[in-house]
Nanobody, 122 residues
Framework: QVQLVESGGGLLQPGGSLRLSCAAS????????MCWYRQTPGMERELVET???????NYADSVKGRFTISRDNAKNTVYLQMNSLEPEDMAVYYC????????????????WGQGTQVTVSS
């Protein structure tokens, strides 16, 4: 079982910057993929960015050039640096990871964080 603890959300003005963190803990062999999603009321959860264990990243078009995902494998932590924030970025941001509990296993498990609110308003 893996637990995720997110932090870093808050209230800020358009054009501001914020960094979210998500730390994983528990019993696992390796974390293969770390992702950030976001969700606004009445909408489906939207994929924002992903980063693999090797550092390969994928971004939603809406955040390219403004958001940067990174991970610290030693700390089992993923970060989301958000710059030039826009009102449209306001959402609850969720961290999720896929992980293995045994070496050479073909099974990936997945768990979600509790979410952290990002509010962008003047």
């Amino acid at each position: 079982q893996v637990q995720l603890v997110e932090s870093g959300g808050g209230l800020l003005q358009p054009g501001g910057s914020l960094r979210l963190s998500c730390a994983a803990s528990g019993n696992f062999f390796s974390i293969t993929l770390m992702c950030w999603y976001r969700q606004t009321p009445g909408m489906e959860r939207e994929l924002v960015e992903t980063i693999s264990s090797g550092g390969n990243t994928n971004y939603a078009d809406s955040v390219k050039g403004r958001f940067t995902i990174s991970r610290d494998n030693a700390k089992n932590t993923v970060y989301l640096q958000m710059n030039s924030l826009e009102p449209e970025d306001m959402a609850v941001y969720y961290c999720t990871v896929k992980y293995k509990v045994k070496p050479y296993s073909s099974i990936d498990y997945q768990t979600w964080g509790q979410g952290t609110q990002v509010t962008v308003s003047s």
